[in-house]
């Protein structure tokens, strides 16, 4: 289990029965022998052991890091994240490079994970970050170099049109993640910003969506949703919506950009294209002057709302936010006693057990974990250390085959927490 730091990091890749990489990519099937013949020293009380490269010409590649499955593997799985600027000291890299661990930890490419789903990694590059790509692909994401879908000056509405490159993190260029639904060669994409971890297999996710909910497992057809609400007969997105961001009660609440589950469909992202252009955004109200009147609405957070909440209602399914995009956060403002979602009682996500989360998203009271923050609450200091060991594993993983810089953990600021690193 990846939380477990007992353990040497290079225990979850035994020896044989991995498969990373593709079938025609003749290093892949030593990379993870490589890779695990580098444990046989024993892990250091307090730090984690790295290991000088094997000299083999079955190193680990960046291809090889791509994509991993399984001769049993049901399906995989596109994981995809986007860039669009470069933030100047490498912090998003070795965002990304956790995130991509913690996926392939957790999919069918790890003999020790129960995922039946592989995986393979896909970062979306705007132009204006073209110049600070290559560290992605060299931690094992493919990259696709994508314009921003439509051109801003071609809105028709004159509000989304001369506002929306000046709004949330990053403008018009949030719009990069609506690719995703051009995934087509694969049955889902999971797009997760950078500042995420997978700690489980999404594999009911994924059976729910491919099969159907009435014929997958057990465990699809009794996902943890919010409100109890039935799942339809095919679903062609999950979510978790932002309640941090309105006033408890408020209909239609954004979407969370952080983890979004598609069904992707050509169809589907020209729909989305000629809903930008048509650009029917009133400031203030939102899209068709119902799904807005919160940060990020007029990007990604309100977009798909208006999408699957006003276009295609019934299409989508709402995750219980406790499990999956975990944020720690408060479910009531300080100043009310009723939850942000609008009922009287809730479930306060900040006591979930660790063991119980798929996915957490380190935003809001956690911080990002490779800030090192040292007044941590409880839920987020155990999901902190999760990131952090897994970024162990990561370097004893990696330890020299590629140009990311590896380097013995020389930190001493909490060290049961930060490992280290």
Known sequence: YVLDSSSSPLDMWPEVGIEVGSDDDPSAATAAASAAAASDEDEKE???????????????????????????AKATIAYAISLTGCDGNGLHVQGAAVLGHSIRLNS????????????????????????????????????????????????????????VHKIGCCGEKE?????????????????????????????????????GPQSASAAAKNLPVMFGNPLPEKIDAFFTRDYNMINPGKKYPGFQGGFLVFRPSQTVFEEYREVILEGNFVGGAGWNHTFGGYWGAQQIQGLCSYYYDGLHPGTAVELNR?????????????????????????????????????SAHFTQDCGKPWDCRSNLKPLCRELVKAWHTIRRQWDNFTSGDLTVPISAPKGKMMLETFLGN
């Open 46 to 72: 307090g730090t984690s052991a790295v290991h000088e490269a094997p000299a083999s010409s079955a190193a680990i590649t960046p291809r090889s890091l791509s994509t991993g499955t399984a001769p049993n």
């Open 322 to 358: 406790c499990y999956y995009n975990q944020m720690v956060d408060n479910p009531k403002k300080e100043e009310s006693s009723k939850c942000r979602d609008g009922r009287d009682e809730c479930q306060d996500c900040r006591e979930t057990k660790v063991e119980d989360i798929y």
């Open 175 to 211: 719009y990069l993640k609506l690719y995703s639904y051009q995934m087509t060669d694969y049955p889902v994409v999971v797009h997760f910003d950078m500042d995420c971890i997978l700690l489980r297999p999404l594999d009911d996710l994924f059976d729910a969506m491919i099969d």
């Open 108 to 163: 069918a490419a790890n003999p020790q994970s129960t995922s039946r789903y592989g995986y393979k990694l896909f970062v979306f590059v705007h132009p204006d970050a073209v110049s600070c790509a290559k560290p992605f692909g060299d931690v094992g994401f493919e990259v696709l170099v994508r314009e921003t879908p439509v051109n801003v000056t071609d809105i028709r509405g004159e509000f989304l049109r001369t506002h």
